[in-house]
Protein backbone atom coordinates (compact mmCIF):
# COMPACT_ATOMS: atom_id res chain seq x y z
CA UNK A 1 0.00 0.00 0.00
CA UNK A 2 1.22 3.54 -1.30
CA UNK A 3 1.65 5.76 2.05
CA UNK A 4 -0.73 8.78 1.60
CA UNK A 5 0.72 12.10 -0.19
CA UNK A 6 0.13 15.73 1.90
CA UNK A 7 1.00 18.05 -0.96
CA UNK A 8 -0.90 20.80 1.32
CA UNK A 9 -1.26 20.30 5.46
CA UNK A 10 -3.47 22.81 7.04
CA UNK A 11 -3.51 23.20 11.11
CA UNK A 12 -5.84 24.72 13.18
CA UNK A 13 -4.48 26.56 16.44
CA UNK A 14 -5.79 28.22 19.31
CA UNK A 15 -3.24 28.72 21.74
CA UNK A 16 -4.18 25.64 23.71
CA UNK A 17 -1.86 23.08 24.71
CA UNK A 18 -3.98 20.47 22.62
CA UNK A 19 -2.80 23.16 19.88
CA UNK A 20 0.59 22.89 20.28
CA UNK A 21 0.56 19.29 20.13
CA UNK A 22 -1.29 19.97 16.65
CA UNK A 23 1.20 22.72 15.46
CA UNK A 24 4.19 20.37 16.38
CA UNK A 25 2.67 17.13 14.64
CA UNK A 26 1.73 19.27 11.62
CA UNK A 27 5.17 20.92 11.24
CA UNK A 28 6.64 17.58 11.48
CA UNK A 29 4.26 15.87 8.84
CA UNK A 30 4.85 18.90 6.80
CA UNK A 31 8.88 18.16 6.93
CA UNK A 32 8.12 14.48 6.74
CA UNK A 33 6.54 14.94 3.16
CA UNK A 34 7.43 18.27 2.30
CA UNK A 35 4.50 19.64 2.57
CA UNK A 36 3.06 23.26 2.29
CA UNK A 37 1.56 24.23 5.74
CA UNK A 38 -0.88 26.41 6.16
CA UNK A 39 -1.49 27.89 9.99
CA UNK A 40 -4.68 29.08 10.77
CA UNK A 41 -6.67 30.06 13.50
CA UNK A 42 -10.00 32.60 14.22
CA UNK A 43 -10.36 35.14 17.01
CA UNK A 44 -13.92 34.25 17.99
CA UNK A 45 -16.87 36.74 17.90
CA UNK A 46 -17.92 38.12 20.76
CA UNK A 47 -22.52 38.78 21.74
CA UNK A 48 -22.52 42.42 22.54
CA UNK A 49 -25.99 43.01 23.68
CA UNK A 50 -27.23 46.47 22.94
CA UNK A 51 -30.03 47.60 25.11
CA UNK A 52 -30.75 50.55 23.80
CA UNK A 53 -33.46 49.67 21.23
CA UNK A 54 -34.54 46.71 22.80
CA UNK A 55 -32.57 43.18 23.20
CA UNK A 56 -30.54 43.46 20.18
CA UNK A 57 -27.43 41.53 19.98
CA UNK A 58 -24.06 42.36 17.71
CA UNK A 59 -21.33 40.46 17.39
CA UNK A 60 -18.12 41.79 17.17
CA UNK A 61 -14.63 40.15 17.33
CA UNK A 62 -12.78 42.30 20.13
CA UNK A 63 -9.56 44.05 18.46
CA UNK A 64 -7.76 42.91 21.55
CA UNK A 65 -8.74 39.94 20.52
CA UNK A 66 -7.92 39.90 16.82
CA UNK A 67 -4.28 41.06 17.87
CA UNK A 68 -3.23 38.25 20.13
CA UNK A 69 -4.92 35.18 17.70
CA UNK A 70 -2.67 37.23 15.16
CA UNK A 71 0.18 36.68 17.44
CA UNK A 72 -0.54 33.02 17.75
CA UNK A 73 -0.39 32.61 14.12
CA UNK A 74 2.99 34.36 13.62
CA UNK A 75 4.76 32.57 16.78
CA UNK A 76 3.47 29.68 15.14
CA UNK A 77 4.67 30.73 11.45
CA UNK A 78 7.97 31.33 13.24
CA UNK A 79 8.04 28.08 14.99
CA UNK A 80 7.65 26.15 11.72
CA UNK A 81 10.37 28.15 9.96
CA UNK A 82 12.84 27.52 12.57
CA UNK A 83 11.96 23.67 12.00
CA UNK A 84 12.92 23.71 8.65
CA UNK A 85 10.09 24.35 6.56
CA UNK A 86 9.79 27.28 3.54
CA UNK A 87 6.32 27.04 2.53
CA UNK A 88 4.56 28.38 5.60
CA UNK A 89 1.54 30.67 5.59
CA UNK A 90 -0.13 31.93 8.75
CA UNK A 91 -3.81 33.33 8.57
CA UNK A 92 -5.98 34.74 11.46
CA UNK A 93 -9.67 34.89 10.37
CA UNK A 94 -12.51 36.51 12.63
CA UNK A 95 -16.18 34.23 13.23
CA UNK A 96 -17.37 31.42 13.86
CA UNK A 97 -14.61 28.99 15.03
CA UNK A 98 -15.87 26.32 13.03
CA UNK A 99 -17.62 28.20 10.15
CA UNK A 100 -14.35 30.12 9.14
CA UNK A 101 -12.24 27.27 9.41
CA UNK A 102 -13.96 25.07 7.11
CA UNK A 103 -14.57 28.45 4.60
CA UNK A 104 -10.97 28.42 4.66
CA UNK A 105 -10.80 24.44 4.00
CA UNK A 106 -13.49 25.36 0.75
CA UNK A 107 -11.48 28.50 -0.63
CA UNK A 108 -8.19 26.70 0.21
CA UNK A 109 -7.88 22.74 -0.58
CA UNK A 110 -6.06 20.85 1.73
CA UNK A 111 -4.60 17.45 1.79
CA UNK A 112 -4.68 17.30 5.48
CA UNK A 113 -6.44 19.13 8.57
CA UNK A 114 -3.93 18.42 11.65
CA UNK A 115 -6.10 19.97 14.79
CA UNK A 116 -5.97 19.38 18.70
CA UNK A 117 -8.55 17.53 20.52
CA UNK A 118 -9.61 20.14 22.44
CA UNK A 119 -8.96 23.76 22.47
CA UNK A 120 -9.32 26.75 25.44
CA UNK A 121 -12.78 26.41 26.83
CA UNK A 122 -14.77 23.70 28.12
CA UNK A 123 -17.41 25.62 28.55
CA UNK A 124 -17.71 26.96 24.97
CA UNK A 125 -17.29 23.25 24.01
CA UNK A 126 -20.56 22.16 26.21
CA UNK A 127 -22.63 25.57 24.36
CA UNK A 128 -21.45 25.29 20.53
CA UNK A 129 -19.67 21.49 20.16
CA UNK A 130 -16.26 20.50 19.75
CA UNK A 131 -13.86 21.84 17.02
CA UNK A 132 -12.24 18.80 16.35
CA UNK A 133 -15.49 17.05 16.14
CA UNK A 134 -17.21 19.21 14.16
CA UNK A 135 -14.16 19.14 11.45
CA UNK A 136 -14.35 15.32 11.54
CA UNK A 137 -17.72 15.45 10.34
CA UNK A 138 -17.88 18.25 7.88
CA UNK A 139 -14.33 18.39 6.50
CA UNK A 140 -13.80 17.84 3.09
CA UNK A 141 -10.36 15.79 3.49
CA UNK A 142 -8.74 13.72 6.32
CA UNK A 143 -8.87 14.90 9.49
CA UNK A 144 -6.01 14.48 12.39
CA UNK A 145 -7.05 14.90 15.78
CA UNK A 146 -4.07 15.28 18.30
CA UNK A 147 -4.38 14.50 22.17
CA UNK A 148 -1.63 15.77 24.35
CA UNK A 149 0.80 13.92 25.22
CA UNK A 150 0.18 11.17 28.12
CA UNK A 151 2.50 11.90 30.96
CA UNK A 152 4.91 8.65 31.18
CA UNK A 153 4.72 6.12 33.94
CA UNK A 154 8.09 5.68 35.80
CA UNK A 155 9.61 2.52 35.35
CA UNK A 156 8.47 -0.41 37.62
CA UNK A 157 12.07 -1.93 39.35
Known amino acids: MVPPRFARITVAIDGSRNSDEALAAAIDLAKKYGSEL ?23 AAQGEVT ?3 RLVDVAVEQAQAAGLTA ?22 TDLVVVGSRGLSAAKRLLIGSV ?26
Not at 38 to 60: D, E, L, R
Not at 95 to 105: A, M, N
Request: glycine share 6%.
Open 132 to 157: SSALITHAPCPVLVVRDALPTKPAAG
Open 68 to 70: RYQ
Open 88 to 109: VTGICREGVVVDEILSQLEMHP
Open 38 to 60: TIVTVAPFVPVYMPSSGPYVAVV
